[in-house]
């Protein structure tokens, strides 16, 4: 089959994926699966899918870079898909000419958009041809490693996680410890409730103190108030013999005088 009707097999593709919103090889996957009415999808067409799927990243940076006007993503669907599939030929297939693949892609452009696509396109892609090598140097940056480079990688990130771990575990155990200390805040806490436990002691003490003081005084008043009672007594019983001893005087005064 020749690669003109694979190209257009694969942007019928491209085209339903973007429009719907689903992933390429999610869609390609049920296209070979399920062809419907249409003879199975050929294998370049398959090809084109899977490369634009694998490096649409960098083929969108290129046609973003190089577009005199819009964005990948302001462009018409059927003109970012026919530049996505030509980019891929001219950038990741050696076997297409790069104007064999603006040709082919220009003549999709004339069949299925409006009139002013075809110059468009042309002009992009010509862009993106005269600054390939720009272009390539972008992919060297973004390659990826080699599975050397990335298992020393892995490696070292596993030793950093080791050491993290250990880390972490110093300073759950160091958290550990300062649970058992109690903290400035708390020790302060600790004072001060045992100072207001001693006061209130102290104040205990004191105020029994006080009680007992009380105590002996109203006792000692009581105690020097009795003998001030007695000593009353006494007084006004002496008084008393005066006053007898007086009145005895001078009955016999008087008596002595009657007789004389």
Same mark, same amino acid.
């Given at each position: 089959?020749?690669?003109?009707?694979?190209?257009?097999?694969?942007?019928?593709?491209?085209?339903?994926?973007?429009?719907?919103?689903?992933?390429?090889?999610?869609?390609?996957?049920?296209?070979?699966?399920?062809?419907?009415?249409?003879?199975?999808?050929?294998?370049?067409?398959?090809?084109?899918?899977?490369?634009?799927?694998?490096?649409?990243?960098?083929?969108?940076?290129?046609?973003?870079?190089?577009?005199?006007?819009?964005?990948?993503?302001?462009?018409?669907?059927?003109?970012?898909?026919?530049?996505?599939?030509?980019?891929?030929?001219?950038?990741?297939?050696?076997?297409?000419?790069?104007?064999?693949?603006?040709?082919?892609?220009?003549? #999709?452009?004339?069949? $299925? @958009? *409006?009139?002013?696509?075809?110059?468009?396109?042309?002009? /992009?892609? +010509?862009?993106? %041809?005269?600054?390939?090598?720009?272009?390539?140097?972008?992919?060297?940056?973004?390659?990826?490693?080699?599975?050397?480079?990335?298992?020393?990688?892995?490696?070292?990130?596993?030793?950093?996680?080791?050491?993290?771990?250990?880390?972490?575990?110093?300073?759950?155990?160091?958290?550990?410890?300062?649970?058992?200390?109690?903290?400035?805040?708390?020790?302060?806490?600790?004072?001060?409730?045992?100072?207001?436990?001693?006061?209130?002691?102290? #104040?205990?003490?004191? $105020? @029994? *103190?006080?009680?007992?003081?009380?105590?002996?005084?109203? /006792?000692? +008043?009581?105690? %020097?108030?009795?003998?001030?009672?007695?000593?009353?007594?006494?007084?006004?019983?002496?008084?008393?013999?005066?006053?007898?001893?007086?009145?005895?005087?001078?009955?016999?005064?008087?008596?002595?005088?009657?007789?004389?």
């Amino acid at each position: 089959m020749a690669r003109s009707t694979a190209r257009k097999r694969a942007l019928n593709t491209l085209y339903e994926a973007d429009e719907k919103g689903q992933e390429i090889l999610s869609l390609l996957a049920e296209r070979i699966e399920h062809p419907g009415a249409q003879t199975p999808l050929p294998e370049y067409a398959i090809d084109i899918i899977r490369g634009v799927n694998e490096h649409l990243r960098t083929i969108d940076y290129a046609l973003n870079e190089y577009s005199p006007s819009w964005k990948v993503r302001r462009m018409a669907v059927v003109d970012r898909n026919i530049l996505r599939m030509a980019t891929w030929e001219m950038l990741y297939n050696d076997e297409v000419p790069d104007k064999v693949a603006i040709d082919e892609a220009i003549s #999709l452009s004339k069949t $299925l @958009s *409006d009139a002013e696509s075809p110059s468009f396109i042309h002009g /992009l892609l +010509s862009a993106v %041809d005269d600054h390939r090598d720009d272009i390539h140097e972008v992919i060297e940056e973004a390659a990826p490693v080699s599975v050397d480079s990335q298992d020393n990688e892995d490696s070292q990130n596993v030793d950093d996680s080791q050491d993290v771990e250990g880390q972490t575990g110093d300073e759950s155990a160091g958290e550990s410890s300062e649970d058992a200390q109690p903290t400035d805040v708390e020790a302060m806490d600790i004072d001060i409730a045992d100072l207001q436990i001693g006061a209130s002691e102290d #104040l205990d003490e004191a $105020l @029994s *103190d006080e009680a007992h003081i009380a105590s002996d005084s109203e /006792l000692k +008043s009581e105690q %020097d108030r009795v003998p001030e009672e007695g000593r009353s007594d006494m007084s006004d019983s002496a008084e008393h013999n005066e006053n007898d001893d007086a009145f005895g005087n001078e009955e016999t005064a008087e008596s002595k005088h009657s007789q004389g």
